[in-house]
């Protein structure tokens, strides 16, 4: 059993770790593409402003270097801040050292206890490599990281999972629902948080059927059956 799940844009960069380390080949690829653009070029591929201009070219100055991240501390976005929750225990990060995989645009898929630094990439970034959009350059790749058969429970977003397969896999999706004043709302600030407590969830209950995945219950989220079909599972907090 897989979880997969989308890395984050924002970094915390105060656990650092100073030892030997080296990209893989294809994500050398990627920053030999990344190091040669100017200052226009990062700011239209990467989508920036020159706010964080500065700090994105640090970052490709940095690669070189031996100082590094784990991938589980260096991402903070909603749902990694929902996982982490500063309180992880050992036996829940051994728990996702084995079933997650955090997808990147520049690192492919990666373990939660993987050594990565600081970057800024989109998926859908026009940025070429050797010819080819970066989709395309990650395709093969990531396959190669999933069974045939495998159950894979998607807490990506569409960017990312949209990578895979799906016929080729047991293939669980989440959609995540809060009820107020009777009306059932659905936006990216509810998604990302409700994955990062899913997440959290599995590792902290080691689950590994589908049935333990139907008792998730924190922050007063309920298995909805009536809403859910297929491969699809709806899970909704009601607060009315």
Do not use: C
Not at 32 to 46: G, P, Q, R
Not at 132 to 146: I, P, T, V
């Amino acid at each position: 059993m897989k979880i997969i799940l989308s890395p984050a844009k924002q970094m915390n960069t105060k656990n650092a770790f100073h030892k030997k380390w080296d990209l893989n080949e294809y994500s050398k690829q990627v920053v030999d593409a990344l190091v040669t653009l100017n200052d226009n070029e990062i700011k239209k591929y990467l989508k920036i402003n020159d706010s964080i201009l500065t700090q994105v070219k640090e970052y490709h100055k940095d690669f070189r270097d031996n100082v590094t991240y784990q991938a589980l501390d260096l991402y903070d976005g909603l749902a990694f801040r929902y996982l982490k929750n500063d309180d992880l225990s050992d036996e829940a990060k051994a728990y996702l050292d084995e079933h997650l995989l955090i997808l990147s645009a520049l690192y492919g898929p990666i373990k939660p206890n993987e050594y990565i630094k600081p970057y800024r990439l989109d998926l859908l970034s026009t940025v070429k490599i050797n010819g080819s959009n970066l989709r395309n350059f990650w395709k093969g790749y990531y396959a190669s990281f999933l069974k045939e058969n495998e159950m894979v429970l998607n807490l990506a977003s569409d960017e990312f999972s949209s990578m895979f397969e799906k016929d080729r896999y047991h293939w669980i999706d989440f959609d995540f629902y809060e009820i107020k004043d009777g009306k059932e709302k659905k936006h990216s600030t509810i998604s990302k948080k409700a994955r990062g407590l899913m997440t959290r969830y599995l590792a902290e209950n080691k689950v590994k059927s589908l049935d333990d995945i139907l008792e998730f219950n924190l922050d007063g989220y309920r298995f909805s059956e009536e809403d859910s079909k297929g491969n699809l599972l709806v899970f909704i907090k009601d607060l009315d």
